[in-house]
């Protein structure tokens, strides 16, 4: 077998094979005599017709089955002796199928397309430069924190003397009933906690609800308008059944050094707490300032490396970014078939234009490691996959069978070497301290709007070059605008 490989692009090759005469012959034979043997031919007992007469009834049935067996084993091969890295399944292409002769007569010749991994020589990596901003860390964010745990502290206390009223929080056994609907699944809640009076709450439940007691049972129906954020419920009437399990007031304790020492960390009072929590708090400050400046330099290190990327990839990532977009917006109660057809159109342009950057990304990173000579221990792997455990709140043994449908620790390895590139373009970054940021003020600074300076600049050619010859007092001052 003769194969000679073309280069079309950087990530697309393409290999012509000529498979020999004879290796076409045995398989065609082969596949003759069991027609011969398997067929019925008018006039012949079943596998008695002439291989001749065979041949002429089922020549496109033979020919066909004959490529079937022939070419994959064949093009298996010269994938595998060209040594490129393929991406997918190849894309095969017959050349002259109307003349080709599978009879052994003569080679056959094909040719396929494959995607590969481009060639990347080197990574333009080290001396890039970012701004580093810390977020400060004011009072009322920690007094936000002390009051998020006073709440998780709260108890539960019954009421005893009167009937449930606004600002109450009642446990209820619920169960609803679709009207005009009887395939419908009914609603089916139990210890359900309402606190009477709350935004969130339905009005029709707050009416209901009110003036209650333990062991009441509320009967009543709501009709929900049809664009109620929950699409199970839009412009459907539902039956409810309340059953008053308790009445309840919520007591929050009060924010002193007894309760500050009664949350099991080791404070000594409301001052100790404060004072720690800002700690922890400027901590992941910190951090995520260093995340904010190590995002921003794989941005300009996906800038200033212009690498082509295998199209599969990138489509198998928009798919991804698609998927995860629709789930999103399943999570949110909105069907994705009834989103807008254009904006699906504009965010599906998104996804590829977000999905080749993530592509590139991964390729430039993994160059990088392999600079490095970055290698992965089985204890980095372990240590890694304990740290998922504990994020996703499961088991070790969880996470390793989630992950052995997406490479075991393979997977793992992968991330923990991209981490460590990541690290690497850090460590050799040029990194200057500035004030805080939002994402608002940064895409500013970034897309500053034009000013009446900026529009001179763009003057035409004529009227550039009479600016040109200006004094330097009368030139206009000007920055140069940060290319996207």
């Known amino acids: 077998m003769k ?11 393409e290999i012509k ?9 045995k398989v065609y034979l082969a596949i003759c005599q069991k ?13 008695f017709a002439p291989m001749d007469v065979v041949k002429m009834r089922y020549n496109e049935e033979i020919q066909n089955e004959t490529l079937r067996e022939l070419l994959p084993d064949k093009v298996t091969q010269a994938v595998q002796e060209s040594g490129l890295e393929v991406i997918g399944e190849p894309e095969l292409h017959l050349d002259n199928q109307g003349a080709m002769k599978l009879n052994g007569t003569q080679p056959v010749s094909i040719h396929v397309h494959v995607e590969v991994f481009p060639e990347i020589a080197n990574v333009d990596y ?12 004011n009072e009322t964010e920690i007094e936000e924190v002390i009051n998020e745990r006073l709440t998780h502290s709260s108890a539960l206390v019954p009421v005893e003397d009167r009937k449930s009223q606004a600002g109450d929080t009642l446990i209820i056994d619920l169960v609803g009933v679709f009207v005009g609907d009887e395939t419908a699944e009914p609603i089916a809640a139990e210890d359900l ?16 609800l009110t003036d209650a007691e333990p062991d009441d049972v509320k009967t009543f129906s709501v009709e929900y308008p049809a664009d109620y954020s929950t699409n199970a419920l839009a412009g459907k009437k539902v039956d409810y059944t309340a059953t008053v399990k308790s009445v309840g007031v919520v007591e929050v304790p009060e924010a002193d050094d007894a309760w500050a020492q009664g949350l099991g960390e080791e404070f000594e009072s409301m001052k100790d707490l404060r004072s720690k929590l ?3 708090m400027e901590l992941m400050a910190k951090l995520e300032a260093d995340n904010r400046a190590k995002d921003e330099l794989v941005s300009q290190l996906i800038d200033k490396n212009n690498v082509e990327v295998p199209s599969r990839l990138v489509e198998n990532q928009a798919r991804n970014l698609l ?7 399943m999570n949110r109660g909105i069907d994705p078939k009834q989103i807008n057809e254009d904006f699906v159109k504009m965010a599906m342009q998104s996804f590829s234009i977000q999905a080749e950057k993530d592509v590139l990304g991964a390729l430039l990173l993994e160059k990088i490691a392999e600079i490095e000579k970055f290698e992965i221990s089985k204890e980095e792997i372990d240590e890694e996959v304990s740290k998922m455990a504990v994020y996703y709140k499961t088991t070790v043994e969880d996470v390793c069978k989630s992950l052995e449908q997406s490479g075991g620790d393979f997977s793992v390895s992968e991330r923990l070497r991209s981490r460590k590139s990541v690290d690497a373009i850090y460590e050799n970054a040029k990194i200057t301290e500035g004030e805080w940021l939002d994402e608002a003020q940064l895409a500013a ?15 035409p050619k004529k009227a550039k070059a009479k600016a040109e010859a200006a004094t330097d007092e009368e030139k206009p001052k000007t920055k140069a605008k940060k290319k996207d």
Not at 3 to 13: C, H
Not at 17 to 25: D, G, H, M, N, Q
Not at 445 to 459: F, G, R, W
């Open 3 to 13: 194969t000679e490989i073309t280069e079309i692009s950087p990530t697309r090759k």
């Open 17 to 25: 094979i000529e498979i020999e005469a004879e290796a076409v012959k």
């Open 35 to 47: 027609y011969s043997k398997l067929v019925t031919v008018p006039g012949f007992r079943k596998g």
């Open 126 to 137: 080290k001396g890039l430069e970012v701004t580093r901003r810390v977020r400060s860390v």
């Open 193 to 208: 906690e309402i606190k009477l009076g709350e935004s969130y709450v339905e009005p029709t439940f707050n009416e209901n």
């Open 278 to 280: 800002r700690d922890d």
């Open 323 to 329: 998927n995860n977009f629709a789930q999103d917006m």
């Open 445 to 459: 600074l970034e897309n500053p709007p034009e000013t009446e300076a900026a529009v001179e600049v763009k003057k």
